[in-house]
């Protein structure tokens, strides 16, 4: 099993910007993939950025493309969401999620690994 702990959430005003963290443990030589989902109230949950565990590769959903950027420390077992530029509809429960494939997955369903979430909130 592999446990995932988000923190960094916070209200911040459009424009800005902030760092979510999520740190894992347990079986974390098992992660292929590990990845950000967000959720707005009444809205299905989306995907945002994901990054290959061993080799760093990344991919993001168009909508926060040029604007957040995913990366990760191996020695803190820790991966970052760095978000700028931030817009009113960045609004959610932002979700780290973990798997043990490999392969750009942006489905929800091919991760078994999610932590609690953490509210991040952007006022106009």
């Known amino acids: 099993q592999v446990q995932l702990v988000e923190s960094g959430g916070e209200l911040v005003q459009a424009g800005g910007s902030l760092r979510l963290s999520c740190a894992a443990s347990?079986?974390?030589?098992?992660?292929?993939?590990m990845a950000w989902f967000r959720q707005a109230p009444g809205k299905e949950r989306e995907f945002v950025a994901a990054?290959?565990?061993?080799?760093?590769?990344?991919y993001y959903s168009d909508s926060v493309k040029g604007r957040f950027t995913i990366s990760r420390d191996n020695a803190k077992n820790t991966v970052y969401l760095q978000m700028n530029s931030l817009k009113p509809e960045d609004t959610a429960v932002y979700h780290c999620a973990a798997r043990r494939w490999r392969g750009e997955s942006m489905t929800t369903r091919d991760y078994a690994f999610w932590g609690q979430g953490t509210q991040v909130t952007v006022s106009s």
């Open positions: 347990g079986r974390t030589f098992s992660i292929g993939e």
């Open positions: 990054l290959d565990w061993t080799y760093g590769n990344t």
